[in-house]
């Protein structure tokens, strides 16, 4: 039933999207031609590729919270799972991680903030693709925040702090202590009221320049009224809806336009 309703909202996506063609926005344009269709096979993309076959091939049992639910409820119930069993879960299919790190290769943002590192590999792309950048990532489960920082270890990735626990709770803590927020990957807890939430937190320490990118907008009725709801907030100005992710800009120098955008990754 879940998955009928996703292809309905495929569907109705496919309908209303609009190729690179009738795009007017300079911005956009070359966003589309520079960045997004960008063919490069970046050194990254193997070393992750490697990463990821090895997570796939580990049995090891770890002890997890299931945050599937949002994880409301205290004391929060826990899971044994293989890590070949969360590298599935959590994976991303590769063309949209490699457009992810181009998207922070191209604009450089110095601080970077992810919501939901599960075993890291975001996270390394990011750390690549700015390698000057700041990045902190907030993963609720301890057992796979620490396999994701091991992971960082065997690349050597210096850039990056993982914070373990609740978003609800992090995230006030990480932003009273921030001044800027350039770049921000929203990938955990996919319902309407806390995307909604941790949005307008993170609102507060947006800059003209930042850019916030939201996974999994159609997942679900909620989390498509969340993005119809970010869409409307008066300090966004560009978004780009590519049906797995959309993305969020605040430029001041440019008409607002929301664009679903079908693109050939
Ligand atoms: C889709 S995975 C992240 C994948 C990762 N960004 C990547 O692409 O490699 C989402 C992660 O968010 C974590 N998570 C979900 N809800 C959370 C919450 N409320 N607080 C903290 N972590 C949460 C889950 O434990 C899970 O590891």
Request: proline letters at 3%.
């Amino acid at each position: 039933m879940k998955l009928l309703k996703l292809i309905k909202r495929y569907i109705k996506y496919l309908a209303r999207a609009k190729t690179k063609y009738n795009i007017h926005s300079p911005f956009v344009y070359d966003l589309i031609t520079e960045v997004m269709e960008d063919k490069t096979d970046y050194p990254v993309y193997s070393k992750v590729r490697e990463l990821k076959r090895s997570l796939l091939r580990n049995s090891n049992p770890l002890e997890t919270i299931d945050f599937g639910a949002g994880a409301t409820a205290l004391p929060y119930s826990t899971k044994i799972r293989k890590i070949k069993d969360i590298a599935k879960q959590t994976e991303q299919p590769d063309k949209i991680a490699y457009l992810l790190f181009r998207i922070v290769k191209h604009f450089k943002p110095d601080t970077i903030l992810e919501l939901g590192t599960s075993l890291g590999i975001s996270s390394i792309y990011f750390s690549d693709a700015s390698p000057q950048g700041k990045i902190t990532t907030i993963e609720g489960c301890a057992s796979v925040a620490s396999e994701a920082q091991n992971n960082f270890n065997k690349l050597r990735l210096k850039n990056i702090k993982v914070l373990i626990g609740n978003f609800d709770a992090i995230l006030p803590k990480y932003l009273k202590k921030s001044n800027n927020l350039d770049f921000v990957f929203f990938d955990g807890n996919h319902r309407k009221e806390p995307t909604l939430k941790y949005f307008n937190a993170c609102l507060l320490k947006a800059n003209e320049n930042s850019i916030f990118v939201f996974d999994d907008i159609h997942w679900s009725e909620g989390m498509e009224e969340a993005w119809e709801t970010i869409k409307k907030n008066q300090k966004v100005t560009v978004t780009i809806d590519l049906f797995y992710m959309g993305i969020v800009f605040f430029k001041k120098d440019i008409s607002k336009q929301d664009i679903i955008l079908k693109l050939k990754l």
